[in-house]
């Protein structure tokens, strides 16, 4: 299940946030209550990438 945290944790808990990326698991940060973006580990992120072509 994604994880939805304020971004403010992405540096004030980063050891947390990376230990649930790097589980697999994607965060979803939000700013001001809205979605701004996703963190995934990077192996997660090539896994979603690698099919795609680039011409």
């Known amino acids: 299940m994604i994880q939805i945290r304020p971004v403010s944790d992405l540096r004030n808990k980063f050891p947390e946030i ?15 209550g809205y979605g701004a973006m996703v ?11 690698d099919s795609i072509e680039i011409n």
């Open 39 to 49: 963190v995934l580990s990077l192996e997660e992120y090539v896994s979603l990438t």
């Open 18 to 32: 990376e230990n649930i990326v790097n589980n697999g698991e994607p965060v979803c940060l939000t700013k001001n």
